[in-house]
């Protein structure tokens, strides 16, 4: 349907980027299910504010009427979201406009000028990224498959290559997207290619971009979505490697190494979420990121956090973090009784829990793992409706009550409700 209303307007329409990197590598045996499809447009167009991206969405979305139209102006593109539709499933399709991107300074937001397709595919991160397929029937007798940059070579010999020696100084967190085309389809990064990330990093290219100018937060958005993309994959550990062996985790934070003690706690953090968030409620990718933080020194951890736009929950936790550990080295080698251990604990939630266990020397480290396997989830024989039934009168002292039963219950001094009952009776 797309094809054919660019048809009718005399334009052109090109299946771009990741799709067909995907489909040129699956296996015929293969179903690929496409979540997100990327078109783009190439035709003169009257109105210089949308663009044929969006005009051409518009048109679509009336011969879809249940499907949600996004437009984002000031780059010309539109993406449509068929949602839970019978055939599609969940399907993204963006149009964009052709255009060329043009940076003002390094690792600005592109400004947008409508110029046609091989342009378009210039602009992108890396050959394998920059083959089209053209969709719409062309005049000329081209080849439906257009390849400029040497893509098909470079998906047979499985490199990840980008198109122009200064991709990675326009959008530093192309780094990290070469990192995760080669971790997830196996692929090399090529030499060249290599020494181009070595040289932006080395240069300082992410901290000048981050202190130039005002799009900082834009980057920095990026860089967490990269970021997430990375960390919650199956393969993240690897990717985590390799970016630390590029000396990408720079764009963190200048001081961040991935050094043994560091990546002995990233890969622990994970041994306790299994253990103690198995039906994964916290964010683990989260996790992961905030044990990389946590390992910051304790003044930059919370700015950081914020600078990545992390939520609120865990910029809080990352700056609290020092305190609670202060406080709980200090406190918890003194406990006597188990009650003293969960007094001592239970002002901290799971995350902090985790973040302290991971730092800390290894009989703290065991004293953590007994209070959440064991300690955290005693509870005292009676609740609050019981001391009602047995007739005391409700009433703030409730939580003096029930805060002495289960002290009694963590140290064993009672252990049913017979014995609970004598011993608020005494
Ligand atoms: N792109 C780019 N530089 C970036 C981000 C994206 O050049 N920093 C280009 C790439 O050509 C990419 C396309 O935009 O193919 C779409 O981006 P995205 O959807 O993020 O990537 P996909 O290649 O579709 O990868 P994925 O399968 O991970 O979604």
């Not at 901290?207 to 967490?224: G, I, M, W, Y």
Request: with cysteine.
């Amino acid at each position: 349907q797309a094809a054919q209303e660019a048809q009718s307007r005399g334009w052109n329409l090109y299946l771009v980027g990741g799709a067909i990197r995907d489909l040129l590598l699956a296996d015929a045996s293969q179903k690929l299910l496409l979540k997100d499809i990327d078109l783009v447009v190439d035709g003169f167009h009257r109105s210089a504010d949308t663009g044929a991206g969006v005009t051409l969405a518009q048109s679509l979305q009336k011969l879809y009427p249940n499907v949600r139209l996004d437009v984002h102006g000031a780059f010309q593109t539109a993406a449509l979201l068929w949602h839970n539709d019978p055939v599609l499933d969940s399907l993204w399709v963006d149009i964009a406009t052709a255009r060329t991107e043009f940076y003002p300074y390094p690792a600005a937001n592109p400004e947008v000028e409508a110029s046609s397709i091989r342009q378009d595919l210039y602009r992108r991160d890396f050959t394998i990224n920059a083959l089209a397929v053209r969709l719409t029937t062309s005049r000329s007798g081209e080849l439906p498959l257009l390849d400029f940059f040497g893509g098909l070579l470079d998906l047979r010999s499985r490199q990840i290559r980008v198109l122009h020696a200064n991709s990675f100084i326009e959008d530093p967190t192309r780094i990290y997207r070469a990192v995760r085309f080669a971790v997830r389809l196996g692929f090399e990064i090529e030499p060249q290619t290599e020494a181009y990330i070595r040289y932006a990093m080395e240069s300082g290219v992410y901290e000048r971009s981050l202190s130039q100018n005002d799009k900082a937060p834009a980057l920095q958005t990026r860089l967490k979505a990269e970021l997430k993309h990375i960390l919650q994959a199956p393969y993240w550990n690897r990717a985590l490697q390799l970016l630390a062996s590029l000396g990408a985790l720079r764009c963190i934070h200048p001081t961040l190494d991935l050094n043994e003690t560091l990546w002995w706690q990233v890969r622990l953090v994970d041994r306790w979420l299994r253990r103690f968030d198995p039906t994964r409620r916290l964010e683990h990718w989260q996790m992961r990121l905030e044990v990389l933080l946590a390992y910051l020194a304790p003044e930059e951890r919370a700015a950081v956090a914020e600078n990545l736009q992390l939520p609120l929950d865990s910029i809080e936790r990352l700056q609290q973090l020092a305190p609670a550990q202060a406080q709980v080295l200090k406190s918890l080698p003194n406990t006597k009784r188990p009650s003293e251990v969960v007094w001592l604990l239970r002002q901290y939630k799971l995350p902090t829990l985790v973040l302290m266990a991971i730092q800390a020397p290894r009989s703290i480290r065991r004293m953590l793992w007994k209070y959440l396997t064991t300690w955290a989830d005693i509870q005292a024989p009676l609740n609050g409706n019981d001391l009602k039934k047995l007739g005391y009168k409700p009433g703030p002292q409730y939580r003096e009550m029930l805060d002495k039963l289960l002290a009694a219950t963590l140290d064993g001094m009672i252990q049913d409700e017979a014995e609970a009952k004598a011993f608020l009776a005494k």
